[in-house]
């Protein structure tokens, strides 16, 4: 058994969503008066910062812990399986050339 986590789909999914939250909160200590207005004085930004930030992490703590496990030997009997039909498939039709 292989632990696979460096692709994993959460862990870049996380890390996007982490910066994109961090951008977020940094920006909103630049927000003026007027962009606040415009929210019913809400800063967006900080708020919005905030939860990507938080589901940024819970994401990568979720790949952390709860990483995909890969099963060598029935990974290798699957490739077998899959090559053995290729190769009836191949002798069915009468070769790599064979024009039906």
């Given at each position: ?11 870049i ?59 060598e ?28």
């Open positions: 058994m292989k632990k696979t986590s460096l692709f994993d789909v959460r862990s999914v996380g890390a996007l969503l982490s910066l994109y939250g961090l951008i977020l909160l940094l920006t909103s200590f630049a927000t003026s008066d007027a962009d606040k207005a415009k929210a019913d004085g809400i800063n967006a930004n900080l708020w919005m910062g905030l939860l990507l930030l938080v589901v940024g992490v819970l994401m990568i703590v979720w790949a952390l812990t709860r990483p995909i496990i890969v099963d030997e029935q990974l290798e009997a699957d490739k077998r399986a899959v090559e053995e039909a290729a190769g009836r498939r191949m002798d069915d039709e009468g070769g790599a050339g064979g024009v039906g």
